[in-house]
């Protein structure tokens, strides 16, 4: 049974039943009158010339008016006249979020009466009353899986109504993120929260139609596996609400690759998928992938046939070096629903020397020995590094010394001047004597 989140405002449920059009003749009337008629309890304020009326009863309601892009906020006229603007609107205890092309304003105790709208307000639109903003979600799946991208569907409602406004998307944002249970029994121990996706309608992905009201949540679990708990939240510029669902674990991934390799190049090398039949059904599985060669050369492949809990895939003996394996693997649980996941990389290494196959490394083996390689590099980046700059030292330091030798040349050279013009003065006085 879908889940409800709410924004538990006490607002509107009396509001939408007794919420009038203010019309100056009787066909006016009589428009508002069949509107009622059609749904009985409405979302929305029907409105001529802008104008709504409010009841005696509404404690508290939260208006949304659409405008053009861009224009002014709304102002609002109350039934005695006075008029109501954004720009004192927290002096006067009014919550008002104005955006480019929308306002949002909630109103405690508002002025019983006819109100008016003064704005941009979009032609043809209503004005849509705020009450309490539910999201239903369909549940989890009980068995998850790391890698699968999981669609997860939910539906948008206020009140007891769905909310078909597409507008409403520029609102409202539907977001899901995961966070660890910290129970100690799994491997999510302590991690941090996931940030999944956003619900969208936009008829991208794996929604299926732009602005029909149902919003889908594209999640790839490609983390941890473990014990996580689902969070679904709700943020409107004026609210935040979270919906917790009950804990779901995610379990590993259900294929495991290794590769049995040749060293004759007329042969082939054997890549073995071993189907955990825990939580799938093995002979449901079909995988498609794809190979990179060490010359960086990509070629897919599929397996499309095949029973029980192994597959294989040959790939020919080109040369040396890393082959790196991804793959996509379709099927069903054990509980007969459909998924979709991606495996993580799997690599392997297979070096040639005279005489046959002179190594095999996993993937961890590969890593060991890439950061060997890479400690020797940097240490001989920082062995001429350190040349370098001793170099450099040794160069400034000459040129320091060059230079404290030429300030000394000229020091002397202008005390010998300023001496010899001394005495030049001196003998030049005595002759004058």
Not at 125 to 154: D, F, N, W
Not at 382 to 396: N, V
Request: charged share 25%; with cysteine; hydrophobic share 40%.
């Amino acid at each position: 049974m879908a889940q409800m989140i709410g924004l538990k405002s006490t607002l509107l449920a009396l509001c939408s039943i007794g919420m009038n059009v203010l019309a100056a003749n009787a066909q006016e009337q009589q428009t508002a009158i069949e509107y009622y008629q059609h749904d009985n309890v409405t979302n929305q304020i029907p409105y001529f010339d802008n104008r709504f009326r409010i009841d005696a009863q509404v404690d508290e309601l939260t208006l949304l008016f659409y405008r053009q892009s861009g224009s002014p906020p709304v102002i609002l006229v109350q039934p005695d006249g006075t008029k109501l603007k954004v720009n004192y609107a927290k002096e006067l205890g009014i919550e008002w979020y104005d955006d480019r092309t929308f306002d949002m304003i909630k109103l405690k105790k508002p002025m019983p009466g006819p109100w008016q709208a003064i704005g941009n307000i979009l032609p043809n639109s209503r004005i849509m009353v705020i009450s309490e903003v539910k999201l239903e979600v369909s549940p989890l799946p009980e068995i998850l899986l790391q890698g699968e991208t999981l669609k997860v569907v939910g539906k948008l409602l206020n009140g007891e109504a769905a909310i078909d406004n597409p507008d409403f998307r520029d609102v409202i944002n539907l977001d899901v993120d995961f966070f660890s249970t910290n129970n100690s029994a799994f491997d999510n121990f302590g991690a941090e929260p996931v940030k999944l996706a956003s619900f969208r309608d936009d008829g991208y992905d794996l929604d299926e139609y732009a602005g029909d009201s149902v919003y889908t949540g594209e999640f790839e679990l490609d983390f941890s596996p473990g014990e996580w708990l689902p969070i679904y939240r709700i943020k409107m510029p004026m609210a935040t609400r979270d919906l917790q669902q009950s804990p779901v674990i995610i379990r590993p991934t259900p294929i495991d690759i290794s590769v049995e390799v040749t060293d004759d190049v007329e042969k082939q090398h054997t890549i073995i998928f071993s189907i955990d039949p825990t939580y799938v059904d093995p002979d449901s599985i079909i995988l498609q992938g794809k190979v990179t060669y060490p010359d960086r050369q990509v070629e897919p492949f599929s397996v499309m046939e095949g029973k029980g809990e192994s597959r294989e895939h040959k790939i020919p003996f080109t040369e040396g070096g890393v082959h790196r394996v991804k793959v996509s693997a379709f099927g069903k649980t054990t509980q007969g629903r459909e998924f979709r996941l991606v495996t993580p990389e799997f690599s392997f290494n297979v070096e040639r020397v005279e005489g046959g196959l002179e190594d095999y490394a996993s993937t961890d083996e590969l890593d060991s020995e890439a950061v060997k390689q890479k400690r020797a590099i940097e240490a001989e980046l920082a062995a001429q590094a350190l040349a370098e700059e001793q170099e450099r030292l040794a160069e400034e330091e000459k040129a320091k010394q060059q230079q404290l030798y030429l300030m000394i040349g000229i020091s002397n050279a202008v005390v010998i001047l300023l001496g010899a013009i001394f005495i030049f003065m001196r003998m030049r006085k005595k002759k004058k004597k």
